[in-house]
């Protein structure tokens, strides 16, 4: 995902802005936006496994124009003056940066919201006639988010502002005084200073903008018009007293509304990982030139950089990083010992190998040193082999059947044709056939090749064709007789219904049926005769 640098903002005087920030503590659904912030986070962290992401997280109060750091673990506070005060600092190119606000790691929500439960703990609040409980101070609770991927030198970083401002308060109308009339003071002037700023950036014609009043304005410089997403929540009041705060709020939320930025994606190189590949970048180059203007010394190598050498090979041979070098200095005897040292241990592992010389030369150097994965190889390659030849069994059994057949088919053709008879019920054509339906792809295409290659094919083929087109006579001639013999059974109902109603008539009796000649019998007779005569002929 890409993370913009982005900023929450909630003003409004005495009604609810904490509450919508923070939430209560009482229930579950009653949490604020930070803490539904934080949830949210690493609900997507879980979802994106492939990448890798940290958190970090600052919490910093703003009273009276002075910065307070409220995540600090190293005091127990008990009052404002005991937290660490926190300072700007702008560098060369006009950047602001923060000096004593701690940033904290959070591997996990829980340590997230424990972090923020502190911050809260240790904010200025204050009895006012608008709140029994109002917060005195502007805190800006901030969420910085680092996304790096899986084997690339590319860093994503965000930053996440959530502001919670302080309630702007009309004296008149309070009537506070001593320290809570300071606060309500330095409270109004920081506020006016962010609706100057607000008002400027809404402003495409203005060229300054006035970051620099106010330390609320200077720390949210980057989140107001730099790289980012504004969003503001307003939060009004609903006693009528208030209507005047309320369109002055309203009027606030509609200048915000008009700031527009063009927020992208925060990408850059992890400078660590270009670190090393520098150095290593310079090591090779150092070594080059050396080699290329040292002289070969005569001298022997001493035990401790024999040693030395011995261990760098060993560590290089060991290691199962695919891209680890042999780190060596540019000295031509160690190169030397080196690959001596390399031979010597291939030259023992030869020798110690039983059953070296049953190898075969043409395998590999990785066969021969990994004896578990040619074991492997040669157990599935026995499985191949056993599996191949059960389906030469198949197929020698297939052919035998099929010879079988052709002869048996050869016989009953020759006494066919003699005959003219259609072919045996008993011994379809098609037998084979519901035998190969039953084969594996590879059987099947196997017993294709051999059909096709086969040198009878063409007498089976042919012998195929007649059977069908006799087949498919057979089941012509046999419709007609069918029809026949039911015309018949037909019209030998009908003599028999004639004769019944001839014998209630009384014209016919028992001991002599044929003493009157029916006409209308005689010619159902003559039909029975005409359609006996093509069955004859069929048969």
């Not at 001596?340 to 590999?364: C, V």
């Not at 021969?368 to 157990?379: D, G, R």
């Not at 015309?487 to 001991?511: F, P, W």
Request: charged share 30%; glycine share 4%.
């Amino acid at each position: 995902k890409q993370w913009y640098q982005r900023r929450v903002a909630i003003t409004a005087g005495g009604s609810g802005k904490t509450f919508t920030i923070t939430g209560g503590a009482e229930r579950y659904k009653d949490r604020g936006m930070i803490p539904r912030s934080i949830s949210h986070i690493f609900q997507s962290f879980e979802k994106n496994p492939t990448s890798v992401y940290t958190m970090h997280i600052s919490y910093l109060e703003i009273y009276n124009e002075s910065g307070y750091d409220l995540l600090d673990p190293a005091k127990e506070v008990t009052r404002l003056e005991d937290l660490p005060r926190v300072h700007l600092q702008e560098d060369s190119e006009g950047n602001f940066h923060t000096r004593n606000l701690t940033v904290h790691q959070a591997n996990t929500e829980e340590d997230a919201l424990n972090l923020l439960f502190m911050g809260d703990t240790n904010r200025m609040t204050a009895e006012t006639p608008m709140n029994m409980a109002s917060t005195r101070s502007h805190c800006i609770f901030t969420i910085y988010i680092s996304c790096k991927d899986h084997d690339s030198p590319t860093i994503r970083r965000g930053k996440l502002h959530l502001v919670d401002l302080a309630g702007s308060e009309r004296v008149s109308k309070t009537g506070v005084s001593g320290t809570i009339l300071n606060e309500a003071k330095c409270i109004n002037l920081s506020l006016h200073f962010l609706e100057q700023v607000i008002i400027a950036l809404s402003e495409r014609s203005r060229t300054h903008i006035p970051y620099r009043n106010s330390m609320m304005t200077s720390m949210l410089r980057d989140s107001l018009g730099g790289n980012c997403l504004t969003t503001m929540v307003a939060t009004v009041s609903l006693e009528k007293s208030n209507i005047d705060e309320s369109i002055s709020t309203c009027r606030f939320a509609q200048r915000v509304a008009l700031i527009k930025n063009d927020a992208v994606c925060n990408e850059e190189v992890d400078p660590k990982l270009v670190i090393t590949r520098l150095k290593k970048e310079i090591q090779n180059l150092r070594d080059d030139i050396t080699l290329a203007g040292r002289e070969v010394s005569t001298e022997s190598l001493t035990d401790e950089e024999l040693l030395m050498c011995r261990e760098s090979v060993n560590k290089y041979i060991e290691s199962a990083d695919p891209e680890e070098t042999l780190q060596m200095d540019a000295d031509f005897r160690k190169i030397h010992f080196c690959y001596q040292y390399f031979k010597h241990l291939i030259r023992q592992a030869t020798a110690s190998r039983p059953s070296s010389h049953l190898t075969d030369a043409s395998s590999t150097p990785q066969q021969q040193l990994l004896p578990a994965q040619v074991e492997k190889e040669i157990t599935k390659l026995k499985d191949l082999i056993t599996q191949r030849d059960t389906e030469i069994n198949i197929l020698v059994n297939l052919l035998k059947k099929e010879k079988a057949r052709i002869a048996g088919s050869g016989g009953e053709n020759v006494h066919n044709n003699r005959q003219d008879s259609p072919p045996p019920r008993n011994k379809p054509a098609t037998q084979p056939n519901r035998n190969v339906k039953n084969l594996s792809k590879g059987r099947q295409e196997a017993f294709d090749i051999f059909r096709r290659d086969y040198e009878h094919n063409r007498a089976i083929e042919m012998n195929k064709s007649e059977l069908k087109a006799r087949m498919k006579e057979a089941k012509q001639i046999g419709g007609l007789v069918n029809k026949s013999r039911e015309k018949i059974n037909s019209l030998k109902s009908s003599i028999e219904q004639r004769r019944i109603a001839m014998a209630v008539q009384g014209l016919v009796t028992a001991d002599n049926p044929a003493s009157v000649m029916d006409p209308k019998e005689e010619e159902l007779k003559k039909h029975i005769k005409k359609k006996k005569v093509p069955t004859a002929t069929l048969r």
